[in-house]
């Protein structure tokens, strides 16, 4: 199947590769995972409390300052974005498709598609709220 | 009916403690013979239970009846007690899963266990699309769950009948606000709007009820504070330490509710600035828009409404136990002392096996996110157990795919020479074989928990996690971006 000219139902639809991309953070995080047979939850979940720091993509500035103070760095002082659309511009092999706006059906098949994975990233967060300093309040 | 109800803890205004409250005054009300047990007894839950007549009792040294119509637990710590310990009769068995995160709060059962439940004697009962789902990811075979929303009792029916036109008073329910909301009061005194913080660390700290909050134009809070306000007709700001919509609108109910509003439908933090902006400029509608929801509140979350809708008290003739042999209890206490050991920290073993699991009494509390350790019988500590956070230990930073990753990896790249790292391949995947060989090696890299805690079962291990919808489609636009010829290379 030729990625690049499919359509995300068209992908997440396809056997092979719809199995390849399921629960991704369940079968990444499970110790018990093996191929070919069903990843649990409970033990991802368990796996993920264990972690010293845990953290979201949408505050990765937090989770890298509690990275650094763990390893007894000083956190750095800007955060360069690696592996953004615009830094791999250029590349070889690197030919961007345009992102396109999902349409209502798609979001839906996306969300169903991830619900396990969602279980997990919810207590990520919660891990990672939990590990957040208090905020300053805005002046 | 003979009914008992039980609960991890009975001490503070938590919600599935005033879950069990609603409960049992409710059941009470109906002429039934209500008890009550709980791991953690104590004020002021106990004086709340003794004005509607309970005494609650302790789970673990009670010696309890063996035969009921009803029993009904909460968290999984309550099952493996009653269903392997006491082992209870009963014409039927009600478990509530209440949290879709606190481990607690998990399902009490594995897969294999579900072979040898009496599941018509079980009726499982979930408070959110949320909770349900996280119940089946863990056991996909589980037997049906049904919905028991949070509970807005009748008192709350209706109660607000006084409305301004401007925003005047605003109270907190929180017992975790964030700072962005303790930083309401400054702006809130600047505007010469009154506010109160109702919660632990607040201004007072008592229970929720409409006395305590019908008096006020608005609340902010998250969970059974938002069902109590909407049947009351109050308008409610969702926002905790999860972030949160803002203001209930028809345009975001449906999702708010669907994660038992605890503002993790957004999980969108924002600056007090921010926050009171909206809060004032919403009043308005928000106000009409809560008015417009309290009679569907009052049908969809009372008490009563959802017990007859789910006919929860048409019970069986004939009472049994729920797991039905040894085989069953065991798979069942296993699990439970599982899922606790998860929740200790690595210092901490547990002293009873799942075979004579014997919960005991227990000092433990809350945490600032509603999880609870559990009862401290279940563990002993020990003085030569490894503490985490270890220097010497390696350290892992697990790669997830479309999570950030480069970056932090790129950023730790410019803090240690390139021999401290472990060996990746071309695509960033971790190489074992060498990590086996360096002791104190940095490993930074696609990898999983399985190989982690085969060759590394100590490391101290960071990872970062996304949206799983925006991180899948990443992944795809990150394949769809790339020519074959380099995705295979």
Known sequence: MRVKEKSISEILDDPEIGAWLGCYYLKQLDPGFRAGSPANTDRALAFLAGCEVVGTFDDLPGFIRRVFSLLKLEPPEAIPIANSRVSLAGRRGFEPVEVKDLTTSERARLTAFCAEDRVIFERAADLAAAARPAQAPAA | MKILLSNNHLRNYNGSELHTLELASFLVE???????????????????????GIEPVSLSSADLEPEWDLVWTNQITTFASVHTQHRLRARMHIHGLLSSIAPIEALPFPSAAIGGIRQQALTLLANSPLTRRAATAAAPNTPKIRFLWNLAPEPWWGAKTTRRDRLQSVAVVSNHAPPEIAALEGLAARDGIAFRVIGRGGHDYRRITPDALIDFDAVISIGKTVNYCLAAGLPVFIYDHFGGPGWLTEANINRAESRIYSGKCTYNRRSAENIWSELRAGFAPAQAFHLSRQAWAAERYGTG?????????????????????????????????????????????????????????????????????????????????????????????????????????????????????????????????????????????????????????????????????????????????????????
């Open chain 2, 30 to 52: 109906q002429g039934h013979a209500v008890s009550v047990a709980a791991f953690v007894l104590g004020d002021p839950m106990s004086s709340e239970f003794a004005r509607i």
């Open chain 2, 305 to 489: 409404q959802q017990m007859e809708r789910l006919g929860l008290l048409d019970l069986p003739a004939r009472a049994a136990p729920l797991l039905k042999g040894k085989a069953t209890r065991t798979m069942v206490a296993t699990h439970v002392v599982g899922i606790i050991r998860s929740l200790l920290p690595k210092d901490v073993v547990l002293n009873k096996t799942a075979d004579t699991l014997v919960p005991g009494r227990s000092e433990a509390t809350d945490d600032a996110c509603g999880r609870r350790p559990p009862p401290s019988a279940f563990v002993r500590p020990t003085a030569t157990a490894p503490r985490k956070g270890v220097s010497e230990e390696t350290f892992v930073f697990l790669h997830l795919q479309k999570c950030g990753g480069t970056t932090v990896h790129e950023l730790l790249q410019a803090h240690y020479p390139e021999d401290r790292f472990a060996v990746r391949d071309k695509s960033g995947y971790v190489d074992w074989n060498d990590v086996r060989n360096k002791p104190g090696v940095i490993v930074s890299g696609h990898t999983t928990a399985a190989y982690i805690l085969r060759s590394a079962a100590k490391a101290q291990v960071c990872t970062v996690l996304r949206e799983p919808e925006d991180r899948l489609l990443s992944h795809i636009y990150f394949l769809k971006s790339y020519t074959a010829d380099h995705l295979k290379r």
